[in-house]
């Protein structure tokens, strides 16, 4: 069954920092993407990468960096967390445009 | 500017019904539209998508329209379940968007027994 894992469901975190959220998939895909899903704003594009070791910012980068080093691998950054950061964070991956995201089950990040 | 938007917030529906969910787009360049179904506390799952050369594909009790002339996308779900509970997204790309999916607000759907 092919999947995206990310690593947690739930994380509580406290303001100020470094938190590190990871998603793995097994699909051999090219492309892969963070977003983060907050109620009456739907899904927002944070960060993605079509390719090891190449970034391109979303549409709210700010506050937020990623990595990926293995195709497999996306780490999203969070360099210094705040409250305003307490959200459902999603990872999706696909093969090049266009076709349909695999998405991950998300981690519910607390900010306190 | 471009937009992926839904017409209905929330959807009630008796079970056993046929339930229809609406989406509008904006972005005529788009070719690749999809439904994603979200489960409370789960990621969006894939339900079924078309290309711009179709304008109805099938799948199990799911059936998806599209109407290039107005812009318009519907996923029809047949003898809806309690199980169809959940946010509904539809999603449109094009090879100017580079590979990224543009995503509708969702429409919640409530089943009642």
């Known amino acids: 069954d092919v999947k995206v894992t990310q690593s947690s469901r739930y994380l509580v975190k406290r303001t100020g920092e470094k938190v590190f959220l990871e998603c793995v998939q097994d699909m051999d895909h090219e492309n892969m993407f963070w977003y983060r899903q907050d109620p009456g704003l739907g899904l927002r594009l944070i960060y993605f990468?079509?390719?090891?070791?190449?970034?391109e910012k979303g549409d709210i980068p700010e506050g937020y960096s990623v990595s990926r080093e293995k195709k497999e691998r996306f780490s999203l950054i969070l360099e210094s967390a705040s409250t305003n950061q307490t959200s459902m964070y999603l990872c999706?991956?696909?093969?090049?445009?266009?076709?349909?995201?695999?998405f991950g089950s998300g981690t519910r990040l607390t900010v306190v | 500017g471009e937009s992926v938007g839904l017409h209905l917030p929330t959807l009630s529906v008796q079970e056993g019904d046929n339930s229809i969910i609406n989406c509008a787009y904006s972005?005529?360049?788009?070719?690749?539209f999809i439904w994603y179904k979200q489960e409370s506390g789960k990621g969006p799952q894939f339900i079924i998508d078309i290309r711009s050369n179709m304008d109805k594909r099938q799948g199990q009790r799911v059936t998806v329209l599209l109407n290039k002339t107005v812009k318009h996308l519907s996923l029809q779900i047949a003898a809806t379940q309690p199980g169809d509970s959940a946010v509904y997204f539809c999603a449109e790309s094009g090879n100017n968007q580079g590979g990224k999916l543009i995503f509708g607000q969702g429409t919640e759907l409530s089943v009642k027994p």
């Open positions: 972005n005529s360049a788009s070719d690749y």
């Open positions: 999706a991956s696909s093969l090049p445009n266009p076709y349909g995201y695999t």
């Open positions: 990468s079509y390719d090891v070791k190449m970034k």
